[in-house]
Every structure is written in C-alpha cells, then in structure tokens.
C-alpha cells in the first residue's frame, strides 16, 4: 500500500553532515507516524528518530540527540534526517519507516524502505 524510497547516502568525514530523505508512493502517508532506524552486519536494528502522524511528538535516540533533526512535509508526503556532526559509529544503512504498529522506537513499523548506506571516515 505504501512504498517508501530512502536516498542521500554517502561516504563523508568525521564531523561532516548528510540530509537523508524518504518519499512514500502509493497510498497516502498522511496519516503515518514516521522513523528512521539504522542496522550494522551482525546487529539489532536500533531506533534513530521518529516523528507522529501529525508532527507533534518528536523523539531521538540519546547517541543523536543533537546532531540529528527529523522533519516532515505531509503534502509531499517525505521524511527527512539532518544529520550533523556525524561520527564513525554512525555508519550503518539508515531504513525509513511509516506506520508504526508500537511506539515511535518500537522496530514495529508497517512499512519499511529498502535503506541507504552511511559511511562515516575517521
């Protein structure tokens, strides 16, 4: 029912800032609490930021309170993730998710992107 399309990855420095974006398609996510998450090989896919339907609620993980900024547009129905200052344990593939079926950093998302790659260099 929603397809959701994640892009702005890339390989940056130590310190250096990426803006990550998620389109949704299909049927209208509006109505869908929005979150970001990142997974590493052999790791639990961990909670980032997370935004309610109607961007009142916002959250962060501790280790990117700060530096990251979650927003939305829901005209356009896109989620973005400023994230500033970034670290090399930032690196992983960052997922955007819509629906979520338990709390905002529940990984009980409806729908799910396919993720796009972070590289931080030190």
């Known amino acids: 029912q929603v397809q959701l399309v994640e892009s702005g990855g890339g390989l940056v420095q130590a310190g250096g800032s990426l803006r990550l974006s998620c389109a949704a398609s299909?049927?209208?996510?509006?109505?869908?609490?929005r979150g970001w998450f990142r997974q590493v090989p052999g790791k639990e896919r961990e909670f980032v930021a997370g935004?309610?339907?109607?961007?009142?609620?916002?959250l962060y993980a501790d280790l990117v309170k700060g530096r990251f900024t979650i927003s939305r547009d829901s005209a356009k129905n896109t989620v973005d993730l400023q994230m500033n200052s970034l670290k090399p344990e930032d690196t992983a593939v960052y997922y955007c998710?819509?629906?979520?079926?338990?709390?905002?950093?529940?990984?009980?998302?409806?729908?799910w992107g396919q993720g796009t790659q972070v590289t931080v260099s030190s």
């Open positions: 299909g049927r209208t996510a509006s109505n869908y609490a």
């Open positions: 998710a819509a629906g979520a079926a338990g709390g905002l950093t529940s990984p009980q998302y409806r729908y």
């Open positions: 935004i309610s339907w109607n961007g009142i609620t916002i």
